[in-house]
């Protein structure tokens, strides 16, 4: 049987490629052909067009160039290392991807928690949550405050500060005492597990509230809520979580 050889452009059709890739590839001593013509034309044999599919099939697994001739040039043993490399890449990327998908999963649910309405109080069961802390603040100064929590956001926090869930927490007896009062005790960040040193907000009957509005009406919110706790004959303990 006579032997058959591919030009350049036969070659490309038959795996898919475009020719100047075939060029490139030469011209990088990646994939040569097995001759030239004396008007320059390359073609390629049967048994070359195999390599070319190898060579393609790493390609398709987003293996550099560079780590694909390593493999041509030494052994498909080579290609051994390289693939382990590249599936503990795969790992990492996986992981940070759902992160990613956790995350503004998060997202959407906060913007879907607004559709509730501002300004109603509701009561709900909610699950313990673990949470990081601040040093204790005691302050209503804005500058300290924002330091501390941009500390705590540096030491612990993974995203930008409005990625992570975050917030301030006032002891109930403050507000109770004084609705305007805005002496925070922590800035906190939550954590999606358990770990050493981390304070546990309390799984329990909670009362809950969407606000907007300036800082300085925050305390009709707060008023709203302990009528509502008066009329209902309630008794709050712990801390608010703003």
């Keep these: 049987m006579k ?3 591919f030009k350049v452009s036969e070659l490309a059709d038959l795996l898919g490629i475009n020719k100047r890739t075939l ?10 052909p ?17 390599d070319l599919a190898i060579i393609l099939s790493f390609k398709e697994l987003a293996i550099p160039l560079e780590e694909i001739k390593q493999i041509i040039d030494r052994d498909m043993w080579h290609s051994k290392t390289i693939l382990e490399s590249k599936i503990e890449e795969l790992d990492k990327q996986i992981d940070s991807l759902k992160e990613i998908k956790q995350l503004a ?7 879907k928690i607004t559709e509730r309405g501002f300004f109603n ?3 709900m069961e909610l699950q313990e949550e673990h949470m990081v802390l601040s040093e204790v603040l005691e302050t209503d100064d804005l500058l300290t405050i924002f330091n501390a929590a941009y500390q705590l956001l540096n030491d612990e926090g993974k995203y930008l500060l409005t990625n992570n869930r975050y917030g301030y927490m006032i002891h109930s007896n403050k507000k109770i005492l004084n609705s305007r009062d805005e002496i925070y005790d922590y800035f906190f960040l939550e954590k999606d597990q358990a770990a050493e ?3 546990v907000k309390p ?8 606000y907007s509005g300036a800082e300085a009406e ?3 919110a707060y008023d709203k809520i302990q009528k509502y706790v008066s009329d209902k004959q309630y008794e709050l303990t712990g801390y608010f979580y703003e």
Excluded: P, W
Excluded at 23 to 32: A, N, P, T, V
């Design 203 to 210: 799984a329990g009957h909670y009362l809950t509230m969407l």
């Design 218 to 220: 925050l305390y009709k």
């Design 197 to 199: 040193g981390t304070y």
């Design 3 to 5: 032997k058959y050889r």
């Design 121 to 123: 109080i509701e009561e």
């Design 23 to 32: 060029h490139y590839y030469d011209e990088i001593g990646l994939f040569s």
């Design 105 to 111: 999963t998060r997202k959407l649910k906060q913007i």
């Design 34 to 50: 097995d001759f030239k013509d004396d008007n320059g034309y390359r073609y390629y044999s049967v048994e070359k067009s195999m």
